[in-house]
């Protein structure tokens, strides 16, 4: 097996805290990986939408010709996004 290692605090732990010892560095990526495993859900903090989110602001709306806007038939979003995420899973 060969391991390259580019982080400098990885090889420290690898040469000092498992002396350099490949079959220890192998069995210490097995446990912690049968850990993940175990692990039911991962902790990903809930975003509140309204701090992490931004409109998106256009000048000269009035200039576009409404050929050009292929959202033209859409009138309920809510609506239109339920079916595409409907249409996505068949």
């Known amino acids: ?3 390259k290692i580019d982080n400098p605090e990885i090889e420290h732990f690898f040469k000092h805290d498992l002396q350099s010892d490949v079959k220890k560095f192998s069995e ?4 912690s990986l049968k850990k993940y ?7 990903v ?3 509140d939408p309204k701090k992490n989110s931004y ?3 256009f000048d ?7 050929s050009d806007n292929p959202f033209k038939d859409i009138s309920d ?6 079916k595409l995420r ?5």
């Open 37 to 43: 495993r175990n692990q039911k859900e991962f902790n």
């Open 86 to 90: 409907e249409s996505s899973w068949r």
């Open 55 to 57: 409109k998106l602001k």
């Open 1 to 3: 097996m060969t391991i």
């Open 28 to 31: 210490f990526v097995l446990i």
């Open 77 to 82: 979003v809510k609506e239109y996004a339920k």
């Open 45 to 47: 903090p809930k975003l």
């Open 60 to 66: 000269n709306l009035e200039n576009i010709d409404s």
